[in-house]
């Protein structure tokens, strides 16, 4: 036997190819998977067709399609969302509870003072002026208004518990925002105008009228038909939202000389909440929040149509205003 330094040269180049074309080279035999593991695979691939298959909505009377065959990610997703959500319904609106009632019930009663009879004197005297009422005459009919409007608050229990100053200092600084939230509530988009609150002959008050409050340097008109306008049709007739409003007007912690502020601030939150469930129970969740946010955006602005009136009854006369007015709007000081 010849060593490998024995080989000769030829020989070691010869079996050099051999073995880089694998000649002799023993071939290796194929892994053996053992039969628990194949089956195991087997059925492995067995659910994921079955889970593939169950995201495709069967093709028939229901009007859904499968995925083609190599369909995109995207279609098995879009399918499998509709799949989740075919027959899902919305949850039912909320209710209120028998103390949200209550509360709620309480100001739909007090409410009913803003709809008594118009006194007759006072009717016919406002109805003789003109023909056509001028804006001097309008502003002394709101002493009907904020009597209505004292006696609808009176009937409001918290409100009856505050002290005399509190009461006081609220209605002075909320009367003319109750005033204009009334005139939503009554305002004819047709024709531009109000009904003459309990007038037996059943007079418009045009909103041309408010025209007039330019010549005291108040443009009053565009703003005060921007703000009435600017309500949904379906809020002004709701009328538990436009109290809702109403009393988050009038419990205002901010008001001039108040002196329980917290208090007033507990009854004011009370009925944002109130507002809010009550939403709840006419829309769907986020239709009530949306509504809500808006609502709440139409009391910021109702507060700087109120400045622009309050100014419109410092330019006038106090000589041509009922008493009540004077003592209202502090005009025996100008």
């Not at 000769?8 to 039969?35: C, F, L, M, N, Y």
């Not at 949200?100 to 002026?129: I, T, W």
């Not at 809020?235 to 917290?262: K, Y």
């Not at 769907?284 to 009391?299: F, H, M, N, R």
Request: a negative charge; one cysteine or more.
């Amino acid at each position: 036997m010849r060593r490998e330094w024995e080989v000769g040269e030829g020989e070691r180049r010869g079996r050099g190819s051999r073995e880089g074309r694998g000649i002799g080279r023993r071939k290796p035999q194929a892994a053996v998977t053992p039969r628990w593991r194949q089956d195991a695979e087997i059925e492995g691939h067995k659910e994921v067709k079955e889970e593939q298959t169950e995201l495709l909505p069967p093709s028939g009377p229901s009007g859904h399609e499968g995925i083609k065959e190599g369909g995109s990610l995207a279609e098995i997703i879009a399918v499998a969302v509709r799949a989740e959500y075919q027959d899902w319904r919305p949850p039912p609106l909320a209710r209120l509870n028998d103390r949200e009632h209550a509360k709620l019930n309480e100001l739909y009663m007090a409410s009913r003072s803003l709809a008594d009879p118009v006194d007759q004197h006072a009717d016919l005297d406002f109805l003789g002026q003109s023909s056509e009422p001028n804006l001097i005459s309008v502003i002394n009919l709101t002493d009907l208004a904020i009597k209505r409007i004292i006696k609808m608050a009176k009937q409001i229990f918290a409100f009856s518990k505050l002290c005399q100053e509190d009461q006081v200092s609220l209605l002075k600084g909320g009367c003319t925002e109750l005033m204009i939230l009334r005139s939503v509530i009554n305002f004819d988009s047709e024709q531009k105008g109000w009904q003459i609150p309990g007038s037996s002959t059943g007079r418009l008050l045009s909103m041309d009228v408010l025209k007039e409050a330019t010549s005291l340097g108040v443009n009053l008109y565009e703003e005060h038909q921007r703000f009435v306008s600017s309500f949904e049709q379906w809020w002004r007739q709701d009328e538990n939202i436009m109290l809702l409003l109403s009393a988050i007007c009038l419990f205002t912690p901010d008001r001039a000389n108040v002196t329980h502020g917290e208090i007033i601030k507990a009854e004011q939150d009370g009925y944002f909440y109130l507002l809010r469930r009550y939403l709840e129970t006419q829309l769907p969740s986020c239709q009530a929040t949306e509504v809500y946010l808006q609502l709440i955006g139409k009391l910021l602005e109702l507060h700087r149509l109120n400045d622009s009136h309050i100014k419109l009854f410092m330019e006038v006369n106090p000589g041509q205003i009922e008493p009540l007015l004077i003592e209202m709007f502090d005009l025996r000081h100008k």
